[in-house]
């Protein structure tokens, strides 16, 4: 069964012009899902519109069979579904542990708290060391982590990751992945990443969408993205 | 000139500059935190003052029992215009003029406040009589209403309070996220209009505080609300958007201007002296006192 | 001669360090690439060259003088265009009153002949017949082409492009190139921040690669594709 | 374009002048030329709140100056031929203008705001307190045949619309546009923006000056409270902002219902503070209903009517 | 409940010369029913109804046609009053016109009169409009010589006249702190009682004008301890008035002669807290005026006055009532006997013939000024230490003009003896 159906989704932020031209895709459970694509060709808008942040204009968004389009993003996030936005994420003027205590809006979640914090500072273990901190005092990766951090402490059903590479160096990157994998492992959840690292994002992915303009352009697996000229050409530029 | 006069005059302005404090502070809450606009908190506090009035004059409750009442109601009418006037105009940008709707909003409901009182109370002052109105505490020859003691501890509690809901509820805790990132905020499940409704609402409830504590050291009539709106804005422009000890001050720093004009100079001029100080801050510090950047 | 030149830039945004050491210089009539991870700095590097920030420290040579503290319409006027990455036409204006009140105002001080009228630059950009439409009702490669149309109605000695073929597909990205091409020929000198590394071979006569505070390589695009630290910090080793 | 606004301005005021004469006893060429005098003042007003985003609460101490140029000469009983003394006026605003534009355009939004509105009650205080400047007594002019007034007022409305319409047009009106749609691009293109704002501000002083000095003339009396009060302030932008800010029709159309509105409304509503409930009533809906105001409002109603399909990205 | 007129037929007036019309005849004014002086434009207000109800049941109206009261409310923006009697005059065709009687207004109402020559009544104190159209409008005013103020006449004859009234012997003041309103009125006051009480040796050793509406008077009442006049004038609005006195009492300041107008102006709001007034208690400490002559109960407008008063507040008019009062009755009266509301035929009615209003005499004068002669002035002399002071009869004394002193005041406080 699809965890997330996402139907002919028009969207836009201006009445006028649309960033989302009927896009479709679906996401079955426990799958990781890659979605790639060049600068504004809306792969954060389409995570947004799931979000509920970006309200959409047409179509149709399924979650668990269930309609979510017309949710605010508090009760989305209540359901389950959890992003981690491409800037931001973290919330300056807050201490580290509260970061991550004010994510914690399930029940669920309210109730596993101390051992989702505890799974948080495994993972990160920096962020421990640093929990009466401010946010504000963190580096760019520590930022990401934290921000991971928070939507591990959501308990979420569907993940949604923008981007979390941004801004890092490749090191950090590769050790955040590693840490990812290991994470969705543990925690079993499908997760939809998008990511400007094509190589590392169909690595991690199992499925894999292009996106150009407000379409989807091409989907399969990973190894069939890989292999596609206009992948190679455009996105990873050999 | 000797300095009883000089002093009685600091003591003055610290009194009725603590009524401007309490309203700098709620201004500091919505405008300082989440980038409300409003123009109508003077209007809520008048409004608040005359409701005192009411149940003092037709009921006999003291007006400060009346706030019992009065400050959970005034929660939910603040919480309930954000709601229904305000929300539409939250995912407006700045430079998309959501300033300007929302001045012109609030400014519309405040005319509309402002209007009913007339209605109901006409314009004629009113004053609450309770009977430690005109009780002064006295220290060698200063004295000093009881009123302004309690206006200025209510300065004092309102901030302890508001830093304690910042710092310690999940409320508050939400609310700074809000203010720090509206996205980021919704995104971690945080029903963002609803923080904007409560910091609302709380920031009528302290209007209410300072409605009261006007009327019991001046009279009141519908059209002064304005003024008291503009003096917390006042506030929280010298004191810099967003600090709340910054706007306390600036709040009696306000009052102590008035006091010191009306003593040392022209008492006439003590609005123009305000502005002109005003408009001397924003040339040598746009960001206020003891604003950041 | 270099036209442009930056020397030991240093800059920070509270804790994070975004640049420690940048040298870049840049010759008259070339077309300059700059790549980079995202957050590299590529776009601060635009922002502190246009003057929208100060550096911490470091020296901006703009024809030979150095330009720091200068507001940003003056470096406007004096001849550095500017495109955006995140698209900001002026909505409310038609994609020729972008251009006009840039011709205007930057177009009428800056020492640059005036190459292009406005009517040319509409043909070049292919507005030419959505000129006349507001802004905001246009598509978002359309703004795009506001943005260009807009930096080359500035008659600017130098332009910089900050991922202006982004989301273009393989047709017009030649279109593109074609212009970049054009617009060197026509004695401009181009500075563009790509990710497509198609363009950035076809087109630039240099290219350099920031990372992590530094520039890590600079060279011709061939060489610099082949530098062991770019492949690894920006191209990704897995291809090769 | 240009031609269907000089032939509807045209129209508008022939308009305006047969209505005037039609009407017996006057009160309709009065009150026309009242609300003529808000429309400029909100015209010159609308260049700053409308096309730089700047909202001003301290117009009214253009129109004061402009109206106590026109005053003081007569008030100290010099001989001036008054129509200058209105050019002088509308200037000296205008030049004042230029002297504040250098602390108040320092902050932008809310406190700018709280500052110009400051500067109204800075202006008041100095008016009202000085008996130099006939405070509280107030200027009696002589007054002047009042039906050259109404045409000259009718007339300078109309060329001060249509000279907005065309300054806004100009490369000087494009540049107040970018600095508010984009600041940061605006510099891009090398628009100076505190000399553009500053533009803005002047010449929309000079318009409401010279609002002002009409205003003397018509009502042949100057007094602070007549000229400096908050509340000219407010209605003058109150017009703008009900038609529609940054639209020069929509400003002008604004200033017209707001003043007819409160008018009616004082005739049809006689409990005292009644108008303001509806004042603040039709503030509140307007705003609710369309954020732009009431002409792009309608205006973006009547496009959709026409044609719906927005445009696809592609 | 009143204005409103009753049953009774308008009688003939004997001295009607032109055809009795059936319409209306329309007075027009503004009033200050909001805004921070909205206690003064009420009362004014109610009074000028109150006229028109006498006029239209005791005279017939005016000439025989009903009078009607058509008013707008001015909301103490002056920036309203030219539009506001442009539109009486030329939308709602007004008969005649009522000045506002808060005084701000008045310079602005008359302007658009002026050309219009119609009969304008002014209630309150304005010169200005005489100044500067003499006759141009057939200008009914309440005050003469003394612009400012009715009772400031009274009050300054007092102190100018010290020692003729000091019958307890006191010692005579010597210096005087004026805390003036920064209206016309304000300026009116200044500008006649300083040079007068400077001629009789009193020395001004404060002079500060306020704007209505004050928002803290105790820098001013921690001055005036520093300095400590002897006197203290305070030509206020009713408001400020309560204010300043309030703030007296908690500072613990009082003069030895503190005389606050506002408080004169109505005593039942005064005492009243409900309509912004103070608790007696406070109101006791000061010196204040008053204003009312007790004969007024024997005029022919007794009925109306006292009714209403008692009605309303079971208490006496103030001079704000009476004010918007005598300016309807006078204009009646006069008109009445002109036989027109015509300006020559007023003009010479007016000039040549003496009027009772409210009971009081009432001339105008031949330049055009007029003058009424019912102000008086009550003083109230407030011992050493007011709380402690065994308050009867004898510790206040009140001080007439010479050829009203056999009439007995009527005091301030009903319970008071
Ligand atoms: N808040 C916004 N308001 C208006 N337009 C926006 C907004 N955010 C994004 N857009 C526009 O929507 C389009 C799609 O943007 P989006 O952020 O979804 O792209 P993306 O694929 O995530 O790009 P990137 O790789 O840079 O993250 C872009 O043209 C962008 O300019
Ligand atoms: N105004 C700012 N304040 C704080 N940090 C900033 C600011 N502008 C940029 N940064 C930070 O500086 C770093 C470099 O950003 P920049 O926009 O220059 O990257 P870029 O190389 O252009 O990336 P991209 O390819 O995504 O456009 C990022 O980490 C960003 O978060
Ligand atoms: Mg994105
Ligand atoms: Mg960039």
Not at chain 2, 23 to 44: E, N, P, Q, T
Not at chain 3, 151 to 177: K, T
Not at chain 5, 262 to 281: H, V
Request: aromatic fraction near 10%.
């Amino acid at each position: 069964m699809n965890i997330l159906e996402v139907k002919n989704v028009r969207a836009g932020y201006d009445p006028e012009v649309d960033v989302l031209c009927g896009v479709s895709l679906e996401i079955a459970d426990m799958e990781c899902v890659a979605m790639i694509g060049a600068n504004g060709a809306g792969k954060s808008s389409l995570l947004k519109s799931i979000s509920g942040i970006v309200k959409i204009k047409s179509g149709e968004i399924l979650f668990r069979g269930e309609r979510i389009d017309n949710l605010q993003p508090h009760q989305i996030v209540e359901k389950g579904i959890i992003q981690v936005p491409e800037e931001g994420g973290t919330f300056d003027t807050l201490t580290i542990e509260e970061n991550l205590n004010i994510s914690c809006h399930r029940k669920i979640a309210k109730e596993k708290r101390k051992e989702n914090i505890e799974t948080v500072y495994h993972f990160f273990p920096i962020l421990k060391t640093k929990r009466n901190d401010l946010a504000k005092s963190l580096s760019g990766g520590q930022r990401k982590m934290l921000a991971v951090g928070k939507a591990i402490m959501g308990c979420p059903e569907l993940l949604l990751l923008d981007d979390i590479s941004m801004g890092l160096a490749p090191k950090v990157v590769e050790e955040l992945y590693d840490m990812l994998k290991k994470l969705t492992n543990q925690l079993n959840v499908p997760v939809i990443i998008v990511e400007q690292i094509v190589e590392i994002a169909l690595d991690f992915a199992e499925r894999g969408y292009v996106m150009t303009q407000g379409n989807i352009a091409l989907k399969g697996s990973s190894q069939e993205l890989l292999q596609t000229e206009e992948v190679k050409k455009i996105y990873i530029g050999m | 000139m000797g300095s009883t006069g000089f002093l009685q005059s600091i003591l003055g302005g610290i009194g009725t500059g603590s009524i401007y404090a309490l309203l700098g502070l709620a201004f500091a809450l919505v405008f300082g935190k989440l980038r409300i606009c409003s123009y109508m908190h003077g209007d809520l506090a008048i409004l608040a003052a005359y409701l005192g009035f009411l149940g003092f004059n037709s009921l006999g409750i003291d007006p400060l029992m009346s706030l019992i009442i009065l400050i959970p109601a005034f929660f939910v009418i603040g919480y309930f215009i954000q709601v229904i006037f305000m929300k539409p105009f939250m995912d407006m940008e700045i430079w998309q003029g959501r300033y300007q709707a929302q001045v012109m909003v609030t400014w519309g409901i405040a005319m509309s406040i402002m209007a009913v009182e007339f209605m109901i109370w006409s314009g004629t002052y009113r004053m609450i009589a309770v009977p430690y109105r005109n009780t002064v505490a006295e220290l060698s020859s200063l004295k000093m209403p009881v009123v302004h003691i309690m206006s200025l501890v209510a300065v004092v509690v309102v901030y302890f309070g508001l830093n304690l809901i910042l710092k310690k509820t999940d409320l508050g805790i939400s609310l700074r996220a809000c203010s720090d990132d509206r996205v980021t905020a919704m995104l971690t499940g945080i029903n963002y209009q609803k923080i904007c409704a409560m910091a609302f609402g709380i920031s009528s409830s302290i209007a209410v505080i300072a409605g009261t504590f006007f009327a019991l050291t001046n009279q009141i009539t519908p059209s002064v609300g304005l003024d008291l709106t503009f003096k917390g804005w006042v506030a929280v422009i010298i004191g810099g958007m967003g600090s709340l000890g910054g706007v306390i001050i600036a709040g009696l720093l306000i009052g102590l201007v008035e006091s010191l004009t009306s003593f040392f100079w022209i008492p006439a001029l003590k609005n123009a002296v305000l502005f002109i100080g005003l408009l001397i801050l924003l040339v040598v510090k746009p960001s206020g006192l003891f604003g950041k950047k | 001669m270099p036209i442009l030149e930056v020397k030991n830039l240093k800059k920070s945004f509270g804790g994070n360090q975004v640049f420690s050491d940048i040298n870049i210089s840049v010759n008259e009539n070339q077309i300059y690439g700059i790549i980079g991870t995202n957050g590299a700095g590529k776009t601060t590097l635009f922002n502190i060259i246009c003057g929208v920030f100060g550096p911490d420290s470091g020296q901006v040579i703009y024809k030979g003088q150095n330009i720091l503290g200068k507001k940003p319409w003056e470096l406007a006027r004096m001849g550095i265009g500017r495109c955006f990455q995140t698209v900001m036409p002026f909505k409310s204006m038609t994609p020729y009153e972008n251009a006009r009140v840039a011709r205007a105002n930057a177009g009428k001080h800056s020492p640059g002949k005036e190459l292009f009228t406005l009517d040319e630059i509409m043909e070049l950009t292919d507005l030419k017949d959505k000129q006349n439409i507001p802004t905001q009702d246009l598509s978002l490669p359309d703004k795009k082409n506001v943005e260009i149309a807009r930096a080359l109605a500035c008659n600017p000695d130098i332009v910089l492009f900050d991922e202006v073929s982004c989301g273009l597909s393989g047709e017009e990205i030649q279109a593109r190139m074609a212009l970049m091409k054009k617009l060197a020929a026509a004695g401009i000198t181009v500075i563009v921040i790509e990710h497509i590394m198609v363009f950035i071979k076809e087109i630039c006569d240099r290219v350099a690669v920031l990372h992590s505070g530094i520039v890590i390589a600079e060279g011709t695009p061939h060489d610099v594709s082949q530098n062991k630290h770019v492949i690894e910090a920006y191209l990704g080793g897995k291809e090769q | 374009m240009d031609k269907k606004w000089l032939i509807g301005a045209g129209l508008a005021v022939a308009a305006y002048i047969i209505f005037m004469f039609s009407t017996e006893g006057g009160f309709a060429a009065n009150f026309i030329a009242y609300i003529c005098l808000f429309v400029i003042a909100g015209q010159g007003w609308n260049l700053l709140g409308g096309y730089i985003g700047e909202i001003s609460f301290g117009h009214a101490v253009f129109f004061g100056i402009g109206a106590y140029t026109v005053g003081l000469p007569i008030g100290y009983g010099y001989d001036l031929p008054l129509f200058m003394l209105v050019i002088c006026g509308a200037l000296l605003a205008g030049l004042f203008a230029l002297i504040l534009s250098y602390p108040l355009l320092r902050v932008q939004g809310f406190p700018f705001l709280v500052g110009t509105f400051g500067l109204g009650v800075v202006m008041h205080s100095i008016f009202v307190n000085n008996k130099a400047l006939f405070a509280t007594r107030g200027i009696f002019l002589k007054s002047y045949d009042k039906y050259l007034l109404y045409i000259i007022i009718i007339v300078a409305t109309a060329a001060v619309i249509l000279f907005v319409k065309w300054l806004t047009e100009q490369n000087i009106g494009l540049s107040f546009k970018a600095v508010r749609d984009v600041p940061i691009a605006a510099q891009m293109v090398g628009i100076d923006i505190y000399r553009t704002k500053a533009t803005a501000l002047v010449i929309g002083a000079i318009l409401t000056g010279l609002s002002g000095g009409l205003y003397a003339l018509y009502s042949s009396f100057v007094h602070p409270a007549t000229t400096f009060e908050t509340s000219i302030s407010i209605f003058i932008l109150l017009g703008p902002y009900i038609g529609g800010i940054g639209t020069v029709l929509g400003a002008a159309i604004g200033s017209v219902i707001v003043i007819l509105f409160q008018e009616f409304s004082r005739s049809v509503v006689t409990i005292s503070g009644g108008h303001h409930l509806l004042l603040g009533l039709l503030l509140v809906t307007v705003m609710m209903t369309s954020r732009e105001g009431i002409y792009p409002g309608l205006r973006k109603l009547i496009m959709k009517r026409l044609k719906v399909k927005p445009i696809n990205k592609n | 409940g009143c204005g409103q007129s009753t049953e009774s037929a308008p009688a003939p007036d004997p001295n009607e010369t032109e055809t009795t019309e059936n319409e209306p005849l329309v007075i027009g004014s503004t009033f200050t029913l909001s805004g921070p002086v909205a206690h003064a434009g009420q009362m004014a207000f109610e009074g000028a109804q109150l006229a028109v109800k006498y006029v239209n049941e005791e005279l017939g109206g005016i000439n025989g046609r009903e009078v009607v009261l058509k008013y707008y409310d001015d909301e103490f923006d002056e920036s309203k009053i030219p539009m506001l009697y442009e539109k009486l005059i030329t939308q709602d065709k007004v008969d005649i016109l009522l000045s506002p009687y808060t005084s701000p207004f008045l310079a602005a109402a008359p302007i658009v009169a002026k050309n219009d020559k119609m009969m304008f009544c002014i209630a309150a104190d304005s010169y200005v409009a005489n100044d500067a159209f003499g006759q141009n409008i057939v200008n009914i005013q309440m005050d003469d010589q003394w612009r400012g103020g009715m009772w400031w006449h009274d009050v300054a004859d007092f102190f100018a006249n010290f020692e003729k009234w000091n019958i307890k012997g006191e010692e005579k003041p010597k210096t005087v702190a004026i805390l003036n309103l920064e209206i016309s009125y304000g300026h009116e006051v200044a500008d006649a009682v300083i040079p007068f009480l400077e001629e009789n040796g009193y020395e001004i050793v404060y002079h500060e004008y306020f704007e209505p509406m004050q928002s803290d008077w105790t820098p001013i009442v921690s001055k005036l301890k520093e300095i400590q006049p002897d006197i203290v004038f305070q030509p206020h609005y009713f408001e400020d008035c309560v204010r300043f006195i309030e703030k007296c009492k908690e500072l613990d300041y009082s003069a030895p002669y503190m005389i606050i107008e506002g408080m004169g102006w109505d005593t039942l709001s005064w005492t009243n807290p409900e309509m912004g007034g103070l608790d007696p208690t406070v109101a006791k400490k000061g010196f204040f005026s008053y204003s009312v002559f007790k004969n007024k109960y024997e005029s022919e407008t007794k009925d109306y006055l006292a009714a209403y008063v008692a009605e309303k507040y079971n208490s006496i008019p103030g001079n704000d009532l009476l004010c918007g009062f005598m300016a309807v009755e006078l204009a009646a009266k006069a008109a009445n006997m002109a036989g027109s509301i015509e300006k020559d035929a007023l003009v010479k009615v007016l000039t040549e013939n003496e009027f009772t209003l409210a009971g009081y005499a009432y001339k105008m004068n031949a330049t055009g000024g007029n003058a009424a002669d019912f102000h008086w002035g009550v003083g109230q002399y407030i011992p050493e230490d007011i709380n402690t002071a065994d308050m009867t009869a004898n510790d206040w004394f009140c001080v007439w003009p010479e050829m009203y002193k056999e009439a007995d005041p009527v005091y301030p406080f009903p319970g008071w003896k």
